[in-house]
Nanobody, 126 residues
């Protein structure tokens, strides 16, 4: 059974950078689509970015395009989210999630993700 553990969150000033890691264990990331979600206090969970399995395709929500980059290292069984030019509105708990698929795409909604990590806090503040 695939398990996901996030790391890399913290406090950063506006304009700064962080790299989040989503380390997988219990199985390889083959045939899994992976996404990063975030949830700020009082707001709904929203998809930030996702990456498909083979011939990886990547998707981003409009507000992070050009600032965030999702990537996958199959050798390390880890997915990363590089976040640059961070803004206070990026403050949230960031979680990675996975679902099995054979389609060369990923979905930017909580359904059908059925494996979730515990989340890591990202705070952007001066």
């Amino acid at each position: 059974q695939l398990q996901l553990v996030e790391s890399g969150g913290g406090l950063v000033q506006p304009g700064g950078s962080l790299r989040l890691s989503c380390a997988a264990s219990g199985a390889t990331l083959d045939y899994y689509a992976i996404a990063w979600f975030r949830q700020a206090p009082g707001k709904e969970r929203e998809a930030v970015s996702c990456i498909s399995d083979s011939d990886p395709k990547t998707y981003y929500r409009n507000s992070v395009k050009g600032r965030f980059t999702i990537s996958k290292d199959n050798a390390k069984n880890t997915v990363y989210l590089q976040m640059n030019s961070l803004k206070p509105e990026d403050t949230a708990v960031y979680s990675c999630a996975a679902y099995t698929t054979v389609q060369p795409m990923c979905i930017m909604t909580p359904q059908p993700y059925d494996i979730w990590g515990q989340g890591t806090q990202v705070t952007v503040s001066s």
